[in-house]
């Protein structure tokens, strides 16, 4: 099995009461001497609070390839990216240990291939340490899985934060805290908030050098464009918040998120169901139960079904059907709502899915990320330069 040479498992204790098993399967492909190694380390992983999907223990052998994914980033996100230049051996770290846990021998790690800095670094990572380097285009979602076609329905992709989580726990150190800052600031950049004493929007605002030029009043999005919400200037951000999007007060798309609960039924009701939303939703298109066009409708209709409640539990907020909605109805914000409403108020996925995920069929789209930025007004901001400097 390839492992990342740096990985030194048999010095990790359990802080639990008792290690945590591996299958009877797994085992038999680690072997006595690894099964010993990955179950401490799953002991690690356990007592520090990480939990991997539970699929993977109850359909032992299904996945064949792991994917570090460091190409996940929204439009103007460059947070998995900067992971992987400032970062990268820790990310081989996440990697190597969750191979080690799952059995799996084949590792990948993504990145943009646009970006020659970032085919670099992936290739100096996986020339040093015998992984295999992935280049996939600039789009959203990234789903790597369909450049590698015999892992459609046998990958487990891992986000590039993920990876810094597990791999600082292996290491047993505080994992990077990075955030974009981009929009409407003078230098955009990708920002460690260990150099920011305050994390708020108007803290981290300032240290990118205060607005940009002919900027006045500015609203901050957590989370980005797509699936972000407003957040207040002095109020700290969220600790998993990977883009913060500053932007101006009367930008479209700060008018659009302010939009009241009145224009969101006026919405519902003028939905044309034209299933644009649907045809490019990452779900939808893995074959699920999940219809946003169909929802809409029956909001409108106020007859929502238990049919398409259990498809909405497959919704990820991802916000891709609000950008490409051509009426800008926010179809994604009426879901999320919905699904929060029948979760008790819980919009958070769960933390262990319960199935693996469904193959990716032929065909799936992928946006490209200058299509979302022109549709979301986006492209007279400049994206943050990535360097491999913290």
Request: glycine share 8%; proline share 8%; aromatic share 2%.
């Amino acid at each position: 099995m390839k492992t990342h040479s740096n990985i030194h498992v048999a010095a990790a204790r359990s802080d639990g009461d008792s290690v945590s098993v591996l299958p009877r399967y797994t085992a038999s492909v680690l072997g006595e001497r690894r099964t010993e190694l990955a179950e401490q380390l799953r002991a690690r992983l356990l007592a520090a609070g990480y939990r991997w999907p539970s699929w993977l223990d109850s359909r032992p052998g299904r996945v064949q390839v792991l994917i570090g994914d460091c190409a996940d980033d929204p439009p103007l996100g460059q947070t998995s990216q900067a992971l992987l230049l400032r970062h990268g051996t820790l990310l081989l770290d996440g990697l190597a240990a969750l191979g080690l846990i799952t059995g799996t021998s084949r590792l990948v790690l993504c990145a943009r291939r646009e970006q020659p800095d970032l085919q670099a670094a992936l290739q100096t990572l996986v020339d040093a340490h015998n992984i295999e380097g992935l280049l996939i285009p600039a789009a959203f979602p990234s789903f790597p899985e369909l450049e590698i076609p015999e892992a459609r329905d046998s990958s487990w992709v891992i986000p590039a934060t993920e990876l810094a989580r597990v791999g600082a726990i292996v290491r047993q150190e505080v994992a990077p805290r990075l955030c974009t800052v981009a929009g409407a600031v003078l230098r955009p950049q990708v920002v460690s908030l260990a150099d920011v004493e305050v994390h708020t929007p108007e803290a981290l605002v300032a240290h990118c050098g205060g607005l940009a030029a002919g900027s006045t009043g500015w609203v901050a999005l957590a989370g980005g464009a797509l699936a972000g919400q407003l957040w207040d200037a002095d109020e700290p951000i969220p600790a998993n918040t990977s883009l913060l999007l500053i932007l101006p007060v009367a930008h479209p798309l700060v008018q659009r998120t302010r939009r009241t609960a009145a224009f969101q039924l006026r919405a519902q009701n003028a939905c044309q169901s034209c299933d644009l939303c649907t045809r490019l939703c990452p779900e939808a298109g893995r074959h699920t139960a999940l219809t946003p066009h169909l929802l809409m409708r029956e909001l409108a209709r106020d007859a929502v079904g238990t049919a398409q409640l259990s498809g909405l539990e497959s919704c990820t907020g991802c916000g891709v059907c609000s950008a490409m909605c051509p009426a800008e109805l926010l179809p994604g914000r009426l879901l999320m709502q919905l699904k929060a409403q029948t979760n008790g108020g819980s919009t958070a996925p769960p933390e262990q899915q319960p199935a693996p995920p469904l193959p990716l069929p032929d065909g799936l789209p992928r946006l490209p990320l200058r299509l979302l930025e022109t549709r979301l007004g986006l492209t007279d901001f400049a994206t943050p330069p990535v360097t491999s400097a913290a």
